[in-house]
């Protein structure tokens, strides 16, 4: 059961316990954990010390607790590989989720002022103003706000987005083909009309995004302020130290 001897606390020795029965799938993602007292008879421990184990364990987003129904296993993350450039639907479409989008703005506009750093100081008179709910199997799980560089994504408009993957259908009609990002990631607390949208409560942490995309002739396409559910979705990268170790040269 829980070692005694270790100077590792008793919540936390249980922490790691709920920890790995999330991460190895024996317990599954919406189901309900045991209750407080089970747990406090099975590890032999106040109800202090399994409460403690669980706020850490609901801090860190492994479970989630609902006042009045009880503590469950939190569904899991979408991750998301950094290091390559992706469309959202091809990022669903890799884990097997439906990718959706709800159209709720498409309009042709002058650029707001503090767009023209995004687009690298690239001359932009007019851009094309897309804001899609962008849905996982039908789950609301980012809003997206793009804008798109006028010149260079102008047949864009007669086309029907709602659904498409705007990628595809700016290599298919603009020959567009977006080659590389730059992408800046803020954690905030959701403003309440995205968080509307998104059905979150206002003040719920997401991830906001932005990004400038260029083509493969290295010109800036579009700008991109994102706001990703902070419950939902995790960014993954792969990490190479710039040192060679020791003996290895
Ligand atoms: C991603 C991009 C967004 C791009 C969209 C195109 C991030 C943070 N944002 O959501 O910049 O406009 O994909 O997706 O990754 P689509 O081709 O499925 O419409």
């Given at each position: 059961m829980l070692d005694k001897k270790t100077r590792v606390p008793f919540y936390a020795q249980i922490a790691d316990r709920i920890r790995a029965k999330v991460q190895n799938g024996d317990w599954l993602p919406r189901e309900q954990i045991p209750p407080e007292a089970e747990l406090c008879e099975h590890y032999q421990v106040s109800r202090i010390t399994v409460r403690r184990a669980i706020a850490e364990l609901v801090q860190e987003g492994y479970l989630v607790r609902f006042a009045g129904r009880g503590t469950f296993v939190a569904e899991p993350r979408f991750e998301h590989r950094i290091s390559h450039l992706t469309s959202f639907t091809q990022d669903m479409e890799a884990r097997g989720i439906r990718p959706g989008a709800r159209m709720l703005k498409f309009e042709v506009l002058a650029?707001?002022?503090?767009l023209h750093w995004a687009f690298?100081?690239?001359?932009?008179k007019r851009v094309i103003l897309l804001r899609r709910l962008r849905l996982a199997d039908d789950e609301p799980l980012a809003l997206e706000n793009s804008y798109l560089s006028w010149d260079l994504c102008a047949s864009l408009l007669q086309e029907d987005l709602h659904d498409d993957s705007l990628y595809a259908a700016l290599i298919r009609?603009?020959?567009?083909?977006?080659?590389r990002a730059i992408q800046q990631w803020t954690a905030i607390a959701c403003p309440s009309e995205e968080a509307r949208l998104l059905g979150i409560s206002r003040g719920q942490p997401v991830l906001h995004i932005y990004r400038t995309t260029f083509s493969q002739?290295?010109?800036?396409f579009e700008w991109v302020e994102s706001y990703y559910r902070g419950d939902k979705y995790s960014f993954q990268a792969e990490l190479q130290a710039e040192y060679q170790p020791a003996g290895n040269s």
């Open positions: 650029p707001p002022p503090n690298a100081l690239h001359e932009v009609k603009c020959n567009v083909i977006p080659s002739d290295g010109l800036p």
